[in-house]
């Protein structure tokens, strides 16, 4: 059974300051793996989706990379805002398994001005 | 605007209660997924369509719950004599058919069973 963890729960940082957010997974046979942002109450952004095939993708100050090997992706935020602070999801989906997602429990980002 | 859609977008309901949730997809989007979300927690997977054929349920999916998509458009997951336990977000996704089944989120619907 897949499952995918993100550590550390929460996070705190002072704005300007570029930072990486990490995802594990048990199984490394993934169709493709995603990041969302979910602001307090609301439902989930898509920010990058990356295909198995992939190693990375970039929009804006956010770059995912995507090692399946070793099972884990990065989420890297560069010059962080106050605006980005919310929860950061990573899923992923498996081959053949109708795509649905498992996702992680989330890291809640706060910037401080 | 022609994001996913769900209403109602906050329902709370008594004890023994049945809700219904509708949720509109992203129009030409063939799949159609449903999550429940916890407080704390990431989303869990409850069913899966493609065009009107409910193709997989979760095991987390109790005989309470069922989902309709009549015709592959909007789909519906009604929840009979809710339980407190059932109080979460409940999440609509949609994506299309091409090679990356991206997945595209509404807004949810909150229940609070009381």
């Known amino acids: 059974k897949q499952e995918v963890t993100q550590i550390p729960a929460a996070l705190s940082v002072p704005e300007g300051e570029n930072l990486v957010l990490n995802c594990s997974f048990t199984d490394s046979a993934i169709y493709n793996l995603q990041w969302f942002r979910q602001d307090p109450g609301k439902g989930l952004t898509s920010l990058l989706l990356?295909?198995?095939?992939?190693r990375e993708q970039t929009s804006g100050r956010l770059n995912a990379s995507l090692d399946k090997s070793s099972g884990r992706s990065t989420l890297y935020i560069a010059a962080s805002q106050p605006g980005d602070s919310a929860t950061y999801l990573c899923?992923?989906?498996?081959?053949?398994?109708?795509?649905?997602?498992?996702f992680g429990k989330g890291i809640t980002l706060s910037v401080r001005p | 605007d022609t994001g996913v859609s769900q209403d109602p977008r906050h329902k709370i309901t008594k004890r023994g209660q049945n809700v219904t949730f509708r949720c509109d997809p992203i129009?030409?989007?063939?799949?159609l997924y449903w999550y429940r979300q916890t407080l704390g927690q990431g989303p869990e997977f409850l069913t899966y369509f493609q065009n009107e054929a409910q193709l997989e349920k979760s095991r987390l999916l109790s005989d309470r719950f069922s989902a309709e998509r009549p015709k592959g458009s909007f789909s519906t997951l009604e929840i009979q004599r809710t339980e407190q336990g059932d109080s979460a977000m409940y999440l609509c996704?949609?994506?299309?058919?091409?090679?990356?089944?991206?997945?595209?989120f509404g807004p949810g619907t909150r229940l609070t069973v009381t």
């Open positions: 899923a992923v989906s498996m081959p053949g398994a109708n795509s649905k997602l498992t």
């Open positions: 990356i295909q198995s095939s992939q």
């Open positions: 996704a949609s994506s299309p058919r091409q090679y990356s089944y991206e997945q595209y």
């Open positions: 129009s030409e989007h063939n799949r």
